[in-house]
T-cell receptor, first 113, second 114 residues
Framework: QKEVEQDPGPLSVPEGAIVSLNCTYS??????FMWYRQYSRKGPELLMY????GNKEDGRFTAQVDKSSKYISLFIRDSQPSDSATYLC?????????????FGTGTQLKVEL | DTAVSQTPKYLVTQMGNDKSIKCEQN?????MYWYKQDSKKFLKIMFS???????INETVPNRFSPKSPDKAHLNLHINSLELGDSAVYFC?????????????FGPGTRLTVL
């Protein structure tokens, strides 16, 4: 079983829908949580990060962390065709030895007109 | 200007060959990484260097050897290529390599081993 689990999708929604993307994790040492967006044939780019339980909002995006349940979510409001991409959750612990990210497998999202 | 660049973008080669992938960053970052992304989009760290010093070395076959001539470059050499090495390899960099440092990824090198 992987340390970070993520539904691979694909997830197809109509334009304007609210999208919910989720990850669960098993390692209690994870303290920092990130969402990366990866367009087809491109490298991942950081979308949002958070390091505490609760919500963090940035425009149409809201990241939510529930450490007690080991569950994180990314919500996208008023989804646009330009949001079509693969969304990867990533996590990092406080262990020494550098800035090591553990990724989920990614959820492929398609927003249709 | 491209922040993190990789060459080549595509690499098709035969089993048993040796190949190298080059990575350069112009962000002035101290830390660089190599990741492997398999056909199911699973992205896994392979190596990390901070100021030319190896920091992270995951369970990767000895056939893979990173080389950092200076802190702006991190190359990946692969000996005796196998079918299972086919994947997209991403280089990334971050400022200091500390927790919550944003990692900036290159465009990837798509390696196909025949």
């Amino acid at each position: 079983q992987k340390e970070v689990e993520q539904d691979p999708g694909p997830l197809s929604v109509p334009e304007g829908a609210i999208v919910s993307l989720n990850c669960t994790y098993s390692n209690s040492a994870f303290q920092y949580f990130m969402w990366y967006r990866q367009y087809s044939r491109k490298g991942p780019e950081l979308l949002m990060y958070t390091y505490s339980s609760g919500n963090k909002e940035d425009g149409r995006f809201t990241a939510q962390v529930d450490k007690s349940s080991k569950y994180i979510s990314l919500f996208i409001r008023d989804s646009q065709p330009s949001d079509s991409a693969t969304y990867l959750c990533a996590m990092e612990g406080l262990t020494g030895g550098g800035n090591k990210l553990t990724f989920g497998t990614g959820t492929q999202l398609k927003v249709e007109l | 200007d491209t922040a993190v660049s990789q060459t080549p973008k595509y690499l098709v080669t035969q089993m048993g060959n040796d190949k190298s992938i080059k990575c350069e960053q112009n962000l002035g970052h101290d830390t660089m990484y190599w990741y492997k992304q398999d056909s199911k989009k699973f992205l896994k760290i392979m190596f990390s260097y901070n100021n030319k010093e190896l920091i992270i070395n995951e369970t990767v076959p000895n056939r893979f050897s990173p080389k950092s001539p200076d802190k702006a470059h991190l190359n990946l050499h692969i000996n005796s290529l196998e079918l299972g090495d086919s994947a997209v390899y991403f280089c990334a960099s971050s400022h200091l390599g500390r927790a919550l440092d944003t990692q900036y990824f290159g465009p990837g090198t798509r390696l196909t081993v025949l």
